[in-house]
């Protein structure tokens, strides 16, 4: 777990000079279910300020997803929560693709992602309601780049962004740019070794 000392390292410089400047006191938090923190931060001037460590997995999600989506050509957000949701499954059914693929009416359809190269027939069944689904190799690696990205094992490449000419997927690329300097932190390093544990 995270030391007090990495946590208030990650506050960033400028809300570093307030907290000193007003004398504010930090006290780390770990929220679990039996903590509902909430209840004692209803100050109006706050001398304590609770600080969280552990919940930053998501912390890069905008400039990830914005990277990933470029790279691979997903046109939707749809679809990458469609392969996500579908990844952990490794073998599924049109009934588990039921639950996730009405999100969207472009995917509606089991088979509009196996005609797009995203899923493929693991095992045909009399019908395509008996079919078992895998995704294929191309997905997989979405996934797992995708995990990877925002757990800080795999740096971003700023490269994809930075030949857009879109101003904000310009001004991301300095962001991932400044994202890459920084160690990840202990919870996110955390993951690598379960990860790694999981697949030994």
Sequence with gaps: MASKKETIQRIQPKAMEIVKE???????????????????????????IQVFK?????????FVRTHIMKKYEIKTINLLEILLFLFPKNLFTIYDYRDIGHIRFTYKRLNVL??????GIACHGRNQNEHLYVLTAKSRKIVIEFY??????IPVPEDVLRESNVVSDLK?????KKINLLIPSEPKRTLWSKRKKATD
């Design 54 to 62: 552990g919940y930053d997995f998501l912390e890069n999600m905008a």
């Design 172 to 176: 991301k690329a300095d962001v991932i």
């Design 114 to 119: 196996v005609k797009l190269g995203y899923a």
């Design 148 to 153: 990877g990205m925002l757990s800080g094992e």
């Design 22 to 48: 007003k004398g504010i006191i930090l006290k780390e938090v770990v929220l679990n279910e039996g903590n509902d923190s909430s209840k004692e931060a209803a100050y109006t001037h706050q001398k304590f």
